[in-house]
């Protein structure tokens, strides 16, 4: 023991309660997510296409996610997103309570995140606006840190956008975990990474591909410290339910339907058994 | 049993008939291919560059196929395209009326899925063109939903386009699966991503690498139901056989090309016998 | 025997002699190369940025290097490249004689991919410049084939680059085929993409990366059917011995100063012998 | 011995002691990672978006990390920037005159990177600015060497800038190397390379995120001999010491705050011995 380097000897500290030890990585988990990715929202939106472009973004997000998710996958699972935790709950890898406490411990995550963003890129800020700051509008920049619809949308359609969206991505996670496919765990926040740079291109164009509650919702909260009221009445009262109602609907309806279509008919693998489910060890 | 997660106790439902279990799985792999693509194509031709460029369609295009061939591989073979069966049938690994029967569920598959497209960006259609569908012109979406060519090509052209394209993917699709190239099956949907993406670096030019009758009669024949007969007869009578007609000739050249120029010539690899065919058991 | 799949009962028909074996591999694998690769510099250059950028063009590159090189590493060693077979020589994995074989191979497979380009693409040729084919200029299409420097380059700029291009395009070859590294062999082609990508990030301003001889001579030749002798004299004289002669010395002193910088220092791994060297079976 | 192939004798000659083998490994490492980076550099601000994008930088960027860390990994543990040496031997896993040797080898193979840089595209530097080097302004080139901040930026503001740049390095990083995610060494450098791609698109708007002291100071260094003391004052005096200091701080601050948020909960893994601590045997 005292051979081993210090970062290894501060293994002993870690938290000896499983589900504190899990809040803990989710929330530091979210925090580096959203952290880097409302930069890559700012770069884009401040530093318009000088400094990135859309498909940037995508790559930018989807790297964030392999690398937040990779950080975290063996201690709580590497979520990261509420509505993820909801569809994993459904599948009894964890208990409600704990869906809950990690919804509550990711938002808080990217609550901070938008904070640490904010302050990271405040002079650019400060230079995009001349230092008011407004949501929407010429100069607006609330969308650097959760999403607001484009202006031609309907009313229902933010639902219908983010159930599809969060939809694919939890359909195509479960592509991704479903042990029958054989993919090495190791490697599954890489398939991530491609998996949100193609929702990127494909679901972006209405929101900008939220489909993560506390990631929308979680910037929204600090925005409102900083733009007021106007970040949960624009464009319209009630829209910031959309990104948050949408994805935990979508969550469930796409990883349930993966099993239904596709993972049903999903012959066993030969020397696996229908026992060795991934991540269920996380329930205690 | 008891203490299986709900969705593995749903595999028990799974079809007996491996026959419907693959219709099944390619059904649901071409909806999953194309509900993705076409939302591709939809942010690219309404989108205008602010929500990607031509390299994002072929990287999202590229990971829609990595994900939906990953999800139907172990099942019916991941074909997702009828000129692809038809290749596989050539190949012994399925029988011609599989190849009939795979192709009529690809392209349900591919009809449900620009229907799903359509009315998940509905919105974004009407704001573009004010509520007034045409198929071709400055507001013209056809495009969205299958290939129209360059107005520049001869008649023949787009044969030999899709000759070209789907050969291309035919001949380096067998690279990927020889096994006596040693690539891991559980990667071979990653390089067909890879694939796409370099298909559409290279042969999307002149119709937009449709390289799937599938994919671009399915869709064109829901456009029928849109835009009227013009579908069929846009820019002239005819030309949309051209991306039905040259994928099946394509994919035979390329296929069979590898073998004669290449492939014959790969030497085998000890420790796998030659009567070790990849997805051989799919034939009953 | 009767129970294999038509295409692995063609495999008897193999070349029988090795040397011929290889040059087949060769010829066919430069020529997908090249046919590739080329279609996606027409696109590049008439497409005009709808059809792809700079990256685009890298990446396709890359990606077209990829699986020709997946699909021919096995038999001759996947060159495709007169500079790469002449460094393959100097580390004594093949005869002179066959690094001239493999070069003219690989020549008359580029010849031939140009063609098959030039046909494929001959609309978009047409509709382009009218029907009037000039090297430079406006509508100059001569850089669809092969490389034109920049017009402020000196006279020894092009040698100079293609040395650089090509000793990167070696020197990081060594890298991953360094057995000490100890890089699985069939991911070699997809780190030789990813270096492709780089080089065209880095070193393609100057002439457009051509860093292979058979690639840049073997189209030229074939474009002097077409535009004439200006394609041997533009924008000067021998200008065309640049992209042939650099890649040579290039590859040489790329590839030997890995080995005298940095390879010379990699310990050797546990359990590989010195004489497991790669492709060495590859010399009679 | 007789039969190795030549370039594997000149394995003898490898520098028999280890410091003095790190050292080369360390100088000539960073030589390659700068001289690809910077060529990418100025490919960017010189090419003006026709050879490349911003996405191109970082991809390129990336990629150069790739196959300079993967040529020295096993050597000297291919750490290429002084900052993270420092990391490293505040994990114990070098000695503290390593580290400023390191650094000053990483410094030294910056400098000669930034000399072929600017001689292999030399041309182009006299066509942009007709042969008047300036630093800033509208034909300025000090960028294509080392950081110059936005304007905008307050002056504390790059030091903010790097830390946050090279702590998400460092951070990340720690995911990679943590014995503890399995993640085989012979893929840590790709993962550095998405790394790269996604710090690139979050955090280089405001400085174009050098996070590396040898990479900026060496390459400043041999600007001074082309535009003068400018570089050390442009745009104000001792700006240049924030990617110096900044990068410091932030590695330590990033692979840290790993440890102590997410890397202490990482449950051990069976069949892994604490004491097997990575790139531990470059301690002597």
Redesign the interface.
């Known amino acids: 023991?005292a051979?081993?380097?210090?970062?290894?000897r501060?293994?002993r500290?870690?938290?000896k309660n499983v589900l504190i030890?899990n809040l803990?990585?989710e929330l530091?988990?979210t925090f580096?997510l959203c952290f880097?990715?409302l930069?890559?929202v700012?770069?884009f939106h401040?530093?318009k296409t000088?400094?990135?472009?859309?498909?940037?973004?995508?790559?930018?997000w989807g790297?964030?996610i392999?690398?937040s998710v990779?950080?975290?996958?063996?201690?709580s699972g590497g979520h990261l997103n509420p509505a993820v935790s909801l569809l994993m709950w459904?599948?009894?890898?964890i208990k409600f309570t704990w869906f809950i406490l990690y919804s509550i411990a990711q938002t808080i995550g990217a609550f901070i995140a938008a904070a640490a963003t904010y302050f990271?890129?405040i002079?650019?800020f400060?230079?995009y606006d001349k230092g008011i700051r407004s949501v929407l509008g010429p100069t607006g920049t609330g969308v650097c840190f959760c999403s607001y619809p484009?202006e031609?949308?309907?009313v229902l359609?933010p639902y219908?956008?983010q159930i599809?969206g969060t939809g694919?991505l939890a359909?195509?996670l479960?592509?991704?975990i479903d042990e029958?496919?054989?993919?090495?765990k190791?490697w599954h926040p890489t398939f991530f990474?491609?998996?949100l740079?193609?929702i990127g291109?494909?679901?972006?164009?209405?929101l900008g591909y939220p489909i993560n509650p506390a990631r929308d919702f979680g910037p929204r909260l600090f925005s409102y410290f900083i733009y007021g009221a106007g970040v949960f009445s624009s464009p319209y009262n009630m829209y910031f339910l959309a990104p948050i109602i949408g994805p935990f609907i979508g969550a469930l309806l796409g990883?349930?339907l993966?099993?239904?279509?596709?993972?049903?008919?999903?012959?066993?693998v030969e020397g696996i058994r229908?026992?060795d489910?991934p991540y269920?060890d996380q329930v205690k």
């Not at 029958?180 to 090495?184: A, D, K, S, T």
């Not at 291109?201 to 209405?206: D, E, L, T």
Request: glycine share 12%; with cysteine.
């Open positions: 023991m051979n081993l380097p210090p970062q290894e501060l293994r500290f870690g938290a030890r803990l990585a530091f988990g580096t880097v990715g930069s890559i700012v770069q401040i530093g000088k400094f990135t472009n859309w498909l940037g973004v995508n790559i930018g790297f964030a392999l690398f990779q950080s975290t996958l063996r201690i459904s599948f009894g890898h990271y890129y002079d650019s400060d230079h484009q031609y949308l309907g359609s219908i956008d599809v694919a359909f195509f479960c592509v991704v029958r496919n054989g993919i090495p190791v990474s491609f998996l740079i193609m291109c494909a679901f972006g164009m209405n990883g349930w993966y099993f239904l279509t596709i993972g049903m008919q999903n012959p066993p229908n026992t489910i269920i």
